[in-house]
């Protein structure tokens, strides 16, 4: 995916206003010839077990979140942030990427004493392969 520096800074942000809690949202990619896996948009959503272990979005929450990304493009990625580990997928990661094929996982890893970390995965069929994030 190519990112503008100024969209990953919002993801980062987020997961820094909430540094004892996963935070998520997704982002909105455009699918034309001139945008085409450009990032355009990042769309917060509210992390329902306001957990260090966990984060879900609320189905119909995602589901709006996916129609205001399809007015852009498409859904490109879903993030959100680890508070007390690196940024790599958990096997909750995993297991939920199933439902989202051909979209990226963006994983900002804020372990204790280090600089938020910024990783991003295409998980399919359970497997897990890291992907860059280019600046856009």
Not at 37 to 53: D, F, W
Not at 61 to 75: K, P, S, W
């Amino acid at each position: 995916m190519r990112i503008a520096g100024e969209l990953l800074a919002q993801i980062v942000a987020h997961a820094l206003e909430q540094p004892h809690a996963e935070v998520c949202g997704v982002v909105a990619v455009g699918e034309d010839g001139q945008t085409d896996g450009q990032a355009l948009k990042v769309l917060r959503a509210h992390n329902i077990h306001e957990s260090p272990m966990k984060f879900e979005i609320e189905p119909r929450e995602l589901l709006e979140l996916n129609d205001a990304c399809e007015q852009l493009g498409r859904l490109g990625a879903i993030y959100h942030s680890h508070v007390r580990s690196e940024p790599y997928p958990s096997q909750t990661d995993i297991n939920f990427a199933a439902n989202w094929p051909d979209v990226e996982w963006i994983i900002v890893g804020l372990a204790a004493g280090s600089e938020p970390n910024v990783r991003s995965y295409l998980i399919e069929d359970g497997f897990v392969r890291e992907v860059p994030l280019q600046a856009a």
